[in-house]
């Protein structure tokens, strides 16, 4: 049974900085994965979509990369801004027919100090 | 750019009644679902749909729950006789044909069961 694990689980940072979000998943066959952010009591916004055979995408000052063979993924953020403030969440999905659903991790609750 | 939009926000209702959580898919998306958040928890899959028929559902949608697309526009899940555990975050997502494209989520609907 596929498990998503999010590491650290809450990660306070001063503004400017650089920071790295782990995600992990046990079963590596899976079809894509996806980084998601949650602002408090919000919807799921999606920010990056990795394909299984692809290594990495960006997208701005974001930065995801997929080791698929280990079960990682990290969402690194460059100069972190107090609006980055959120919780990010990865999701994966398992394979490509109409079982599309998406196994989620528990989120990694970010805070950017100014 | 399109979205998926979910009504109520917010909805209260006493243990023991129906209700209706509404989405308006993004309209030439074929793939929907809904997923739910209780507090401090996981988001988890309840139900995919697509060519009007349940695709797959997991162990938490039971009798209780049922989907529906009256119109070709709307996407609804009913639960018929609420309990306090369906306390939650509901979300609804579509995706579009192509499988190498991500899901776009409402907002939810936060029930509240009292």
């Known amino acids: 049974k596929q498990e998503v694990t999010q590491i650290p689980a809450a990660l306070s940072v001063p503004e400017g900085e650089n920071l790295v979000l782990n995600c992990s998943f046990t079963?590596?066959?899976?079809?894509?994965l996806q980084w998601f952010r949650q602002d408090p009591g919000k919807g799921l916004t999606s920010l990056l979509l990795i394909q299984s055979s692809q290594r990495e995408q960006t997208s701005g000052r974001l930065n995801a990369s997929l080791d698929k063979s280990s079960g990682r993924s990290t969402l690194y953020i460059a100069a972190s801004q107090p609006g980055d403030s959120a919780t990010y969440l990865c999701?994966?999905?398992?394979?490509?027919?109409?079982?599309?659903?998406?196994?989620w991790g528990l989120g990694t609750s970010l805070g950017v100090n100014p | 750019e399109p979205e998926v939009t979910q009504t109520p926000s917010h909805q209260v209702t006493q243990m023991g009644q129906e209700v209706i959580l509404r989405c308006v898919p993004i309209?030439?998306?074929?793939?929907f679902y809904w997923y739910r958040q209780i507090l401090g928890q996981k988001v988890e899959f309840l139900v995919s749909f697509y060519n009007n028929e349940i695709s797959e559902k997991s162990e938490i949608f039971d009798d209780q729950f049922s989907v529906e697309r009256p119109d070709g526009s709307n996407f609804t899940l009913k639960i018929r006789s609420t309990k306090l555990e369906d306390s939650a975050m509901y979300f609804c997502a579509s995706g579009p044909l192509l499988t190498d494209n991500g899901y776009t989520f409402g907002s939810g609907t936060r029930l509240t069961v009292v």
């Open positions: 079963d590596s066959a899976i079809y894509n």
């Open positions: 999701a994966v999905r398992l394979n490509a027919g109409n079982n599309r659903k998406l196994i």
């Open positions: 309209s030439n998306h074929l793939y």
